[in-house]
Every structure is written in C-alpha cells, then in structure tokens.
C-alpha cells in the first residue's frame, strides 16, 4: 500500500486516539493557539488507512491558522477527523458513538481546541459532541447556536470571483461569465444560487447525481465530473474535496482564474507557481473560504447580522490586498496571503 507523504510537524499538540466505542480512529490537530484558541470543524471521512486521515488533519489544521489569521477573528488554528476505513460501516448508533468519542477528545484540549462541522458531519452531529464537551459551535440555532456556515462561506466565495474578475480586467460584473462549479454541496449549491441570480453562465457537476436538479432549476449546464477540469470558462470554482489541481490538470485547464471553497485544493505547493505561469489566477482558498468561521466566531459573540455582512464583504478587501502585494513584490498570491497571515500569527494581532 502507497500512503500519502505526511506534511511537515508544525504544531502544538496533535493527539490520536482509538474512540472506545464507536473503535474509529481520530484526531485533534492543534497547529496554533498564538491569536486564540484553535478554531476548525471536524472531517468524517472514508480513507484508505488512517495515516492518510492523519495526514489530512494536519494540512487542514494548518491552513486554518492561516484562514483564521486573514479571518482577524481571534481564533487559532485547529481540525479534526475521524477517519472511516475503507470496509467500515456507520449506521447511527455507530455515529452517534463517533461523535461522542470526538467530544472525549475535544474535551482533553480543555478549550485549547473548538470543533464545529465540516465535510461529512452536520450541525446536527455537533449536538451530539456537545454532550461531551462545551468545546464546540456550529450548533443548530433552535438550541441556541449560530447555525449553518454555508451562507457565509458562499458569500466570501461570490464576493472573492466578483474581486478576481476585477483583478482580471478590471470590472466585477458577473453577468455573461462563464463559471464553471465542481461541487453542489451546502457551500457550492447556494454558490450556484446566487451567481445565477446575477447573471453568470454556469456549468455545473458533483458527484451525486441527484443533484442535477439544482442545474435544471437554474438553467445550468450539467457537464460529467471529469469535464469540470476541461471546460473552457472564466473562472473554475472548486467545491468539493481538494487536490483536484495536480501539474496535469493544470496544464490544460481552460479557464482564466481559480477561486473555490475547497479546502487544499492544490495537490503540491508548487500548483500555484505553475498556474502563475500559465497566466492563471489563483485565488487562495484558506482566504476566500473564510466566510463560514467569521459567521461562527461573530454570531457566537452576539453580533449583529449587518456586522457579519462587513465582515464577510471584508474578504474581498483582503483578497485585494493579496494581489496588490503579489503584484508589487511579484510572488504569487498564495505566498503573498501566506506571508500576510503569518505577519499576523508572529505579531498576534486581531482587531476583535
């Protein structure tokens, strides 16, 4: 068996364990505490072996210290995953035994760590963590929580394409763009909602066939899985997994910018010198993608809806910001948001 090359050890605290009763392996990844405590939702997700699980929680990890950094929300950063093998089976009680062990094991991070849901885990999941520890957010907001972060993460997202398309030649009009979406999940379908709303030609694909619906009721076209790395257009907005970029796929991509919610979705590092090369603009996803922890950190603070849309309308300004240094300094954007977040982490400023 082939397993993937772990990231390079650079955090605080990183703890795997066994769950005593669902016998999943798990893991918090604390990278950094340094602007406050490390804020990150929780993966559940089918992996070959549990190392590449592992794998996995330290690269997302680290790119929340990044996003959380940019964010200037006063959080750290931090993941977790639980890793299904490729033969187990979850049925509910099995989950709910999952989840429980996840709580055991935020809980021994005495808040260092605060999970919320991500990829494979709903706020509904939290409910069930939260009966082992206090540690997490995200929940449903008729008990009390700050709910579903989609809607922000699409916002940051629209408000990022809008930016980049200015960056590109100077006007933000979305309308007769073409836009092709890879992902119609909770952040690509409302995604997909509002750029048809304004205007943009969409193609669209996911993995699960139902939902083509969604194309239909918004006039899209729906292209197979594949295509969406082929499809000419004006900007490739990944939204699904990540490591869709490998040097291939980016030699014939035929699209003039890349901006998605996809957490990683550079296969190496070096994907974003190769896009530069070939004229591509890369938008860097732990910035773009802010948009749902800024609604968790601000909503569970008690702030007011119009305070969360500057906010999220914030990104965009520091999207800005990244392309103006990358073209002063002539880097690519990913190095200029990296070092623009790291100023932040070594200086430990936040504005809240």
Request: proline letters at 4%; one cysteine or more.
């Given at each position: 068996?082939?397993?993937h090359?772990?990231?390079?050890?650079?955090?605080?605290?990183?703890?795997?364990?066994?769950?005593?009763?669902?016998?999943?392996?798990?893991?918090?990844?604390?990278?950094?505490?340094?602007?406050?405590?490390?804020?990150?939702g929780?993966?559940?997700?089918?992996?070959a072996?549990?190392?590449?699980?592992?794998?996995?929680?330290l690269?997302?990890?680290?790119?929340?210290?990044?996003?959380?950094?940019?964010?200037?929300?006063?959080?750290?950063?931090?993941?977790?995953?639980?890793?299904?093998?490729?033969?187990d089976?979850?049925?509910?009680?099995?989950?709910?035994?999952?989840?429980?062990?996840?709580?055991d094991?935020?809980?021994?991070?005495?808040?260092?760590?605060?999970?919320?849901?991500?990829?494979?885990?709903?706020?509904?999941?939290?409910?069930?963590?939260?009966?082992?520890?206090?540690?997490?957010?995200?929940?449903?907001?008729?008990?009390?929580?700050?709910?579903?972060?989609?809607?922000?993460?699409?916002?940051?997202?629209?408000?990022?394409?809008?930016?980049?398309?200015?960056?590109?030649?100077?006007s933000?009009?979305?309308?007769?763009?073409?836009?092709v979406?890879?992902?119609?999940?909770?952040?690509?379908?409302?995604?997909?909602?509002?750029?048809?709303?304004?205007?943009?030609?969409?193609?669209?694909?996911?993995?699960?066939?139902?939902?083509?619906?969604?194309?239909?009721?918004?006039?899209?076209?729906?292209?197979?899985?594949?295509?969406?790395?082929?499809?000419p257009?004006d900007?490739?907005?990944?939204?699904?997994?990540?490591?869709?970029?490998?040097?291939?796929?980016?030699?014939a991509?035929?699209?003039?910018?890349?901006?998605?919610p996809?957490?990683?979705?550079?296969?190496?590092?070096?994907?974003a010198?190769?896009?530069?090369?070939?004229?591509?603009?890369?938008?860097?996803?732990?910035?773009?993608?802010?948009?749902?922890?800024?609604?968790l950190?601000l909503?569970?603070?008690?702030?007011?809806?119009?305070?969360?849309?500057?906010?999220?309308?914030?990104?965009?300004?520091?999207?800005d910001?990244?392309?103006?240094?990358?073209?002063?300094?002539?880097?690519?954007?990913?190095?200029?948001?990296?070092?623009?977040?790291?100023?932040?982490?070594?200086?430990?400023?936040?504005?809240?």
């Amino acid at each position: 068996m082939t397993l993937h090359a772990l990231p390079d050890f650079t955090h605080e605290r990183v703890t795997t364990a066994v769950g005593r009763r669902s016998g999943l392996t798990m893991a918090v990844a604390l990278h950094s505490s340094a602007l406050g405590p490390g804020l990150g939702g929780c993966r559940m997700w089918r992996y070959a072996h549990w190392s590449d699980g592992l794998g996995d929680v330290l690269r997302l990890s680290a790119a929340m210290t990044l996003k959380n950094a940019l964010a200037d929300i006063g959080y750290g950063g931090g993941k977790a995953v639980i890793a299904l093998g490729p033969d187990d089976e979850l049925d509910a009680e099995r989950r709910t035994a999952a989840l429980r062990d996840l709580g055991d094991l935020v809980e021994q991070f005495d808040g260092a760590y605060i999970t919320a849901e991500d990829v494979g885990t709903t706020e509904y999941d939290m409910l069930v963590v939260r009966e082992r520890t206090e540690h997490v957010v995200g929940l449903p907001p008729e008990e009390g929580g700050e709910g579903e972060p989609a809607d922000g993460t699409a916002h940051g997202v629209y408000v990022s394409i809008e930016r980049t398309l200015a960056e590109l030649d100077g006007s933000a009009a979305l309308a007769g763009r073409r836009i092709v979406i890879s992902g119609l999940g909770q952040v690509g379908g409302r995604l997909a909602r509002r750029l048809a709303a304004a205007g943009a030609s969409l193609a669209v694909t996911d993995i699960v066939a139902s939902r083509r619906a969604l194309a239909d009721e918004l006039g899209a076209d729906w292209i197979e899985v594949d295509a969406a790395l082929t499809t000419p257009a004006d900007v490739f907005v990944p939204a699904g997994l990540g490591g869709v970029l490998t040097d291939a796929t980016i030699d014939a991509l035929p699209v003039r910018a890349v901006v998605g919610p996809a957490n990683n979705p550079l296969a190496e590092r070096s994907g974003a010198a190769r896009l530069a090369a070939r004229g591509i603009v890369y938008a860097p996803d732990f910035l773009v993608n802010a948009g749902g922890v800024i609604h968790l950190a601000l909503a569970g603070r008690g702030a007011p809806v119009d305070e969360i849309e500057r906010r999220l309308d914030g990104i965009g300004d520091t999207l800005d910001e990244v392309y103006r240094i990358a073209r002063t300094d002539g880097i690519t954007p990913l190095d200029a948001a990296e070092a623009l977040a790291m100023d932040r982490v070594r200086g430990g400023r936040v504005s809240v």
